[in-house]
């Protein structure tokens, strides 16, 4: 059932304990919006419990009081709701459904989410869900703390590409400005997370050298290996170097995550990359999307350029 904000105002007012979760593989906006709702929770008298099925990068180690959110473990939890933020999927949140059968809300930005939720709040208008927890907060007359509004901050940042991606709008750009009246240093932020480990430096020139083209040069795709993933602790920004080669249209980036498993993240210039997601159970957005292919390596490249090919109208010309 979709809802409305005030209906989603309602329903934090009324229940008393909530799990709080988010995507697999988890990003700025996923982080920043878990962490910004959960403390807002907790500064009103709610028991909160944050969960994320997989391990936090450690370029958001800075953000205060991350260390609240945690694996899940085995254990049912009590809980009244359980509120699934910056996802499309619920399969995206992995073995959190499994600990509670509380009524799922969902708070999304993603054009592919599929309407798995309960209650759901979808606006794919917005650059990040971290804008629609701020409209929340807004309208709940909430207390914007100097750490939430960085964590705020950083999942709309993050999510809009620093505000250069084609999903900043004028809206986006007003929430930030008012995040700095709240207290946040854009520069402080922006240096946190453009530090690199000095492993995916010297990582880098082996990544690059995965680089190949297809379909007339429209298609770059990187791919991170068994051994380059030995290597380094973190892949963060790789897409970026494929992504801005002139001629191309759409980045590709191609983990390894066992023999038979990949993760594939997509940037695009043209193409609605959400529709090559959803196709292998995926999701995202229009210029940036991702999904997980059981296949090797080798076979994941071929089956993930080839769908983006047929996409584009092309011929792979590999």
């Not at 993933?229 to 801005?244: A, H, K, Q, W």
Request: hydrophobic share 40%; glycine share 4%.
């Amino acid at each position: 059932m979709k809802i409305t904000l005030e209906q989603i105002a309602e329903l934090l007012k009324k229940h008393s304990k909530f799990v709080v979760t988010a995507h697999v593989n988890p990003d700025g906006d996923a982080l920043g919006s878990v962490l910004a709702l959960s403390n807002y929770l907790i500064s009103i008298g709610k028991n909160v419990t944050c969960l994320i099925d997989d391990d936090i990068p450690s370029n958001f180690s800075f953000l205060n009081n991350i260390k609240m959110i945690t694996s899940p473990v085995e254990n049912k939890i009590n809980a009244d709701l359980l509120i699934v933020l910056d996802s499309s999927d619920l399969e995206r949140i992995g073995r959190v459904r499994q600990l509670t059968s509380a009524p799922v809300l969902n708070i999304d930005h993603h054009i592919s989410n599929n309407e798995f939720a309960d209650y759901l709040y979808l606006d794919s208008n917005v650059a990040a869900t971290g804008e629609i927890i701020f409209q929340l907060f807004k309208l709940m007359d909430a207390q914007i703390t100097v750490a939430i509004a960085e964590y705020l901050y950083t999942a709309i940042a993050t999510d809009s590409g620093f505000f250069k991606y084609s999903n900043t709008s004028e809206s986006t750009m007003k929430i930030a400005a008012e995040l700095i009246h709240y207290g946040v240093k854009p520069n402080l932020i922006s240096e946190e997370l453009e530090k690199k480990p000095l492993s995916s430096i010297r990582a880098l020139p082996k990544v690059l050298e995965t680089l190949e083209l297809f379909a007339n040069n429209r298609i770059a795709c990187i791919s991170i290996t068994q051994n380059i993933l030995e290597l380094c602790d973190s892949t963060e920004g790789f897409i970026d170097f494929p992504r801005v080669i002139d001629g191309v249209e759409l980045a590709i980036m191609i983990k390894y995550v066992d023999d038979s498993t990949c993760r594939i993240s997509m940037r695009s210039k043209t193409i609605d990359v959400s529709k090559i997601a959803t196709s292998f159970g995926g999701g995202g957005h229009k210029k940036a999307a991702g999904c997980t292919i059981h296949q090797s390596l080798l076979d994941s490249k071929k089956t993930i350029v080839d769908a983006a090919s047929r996409l584009m109208g092309v011929l792979n010309n590999d």
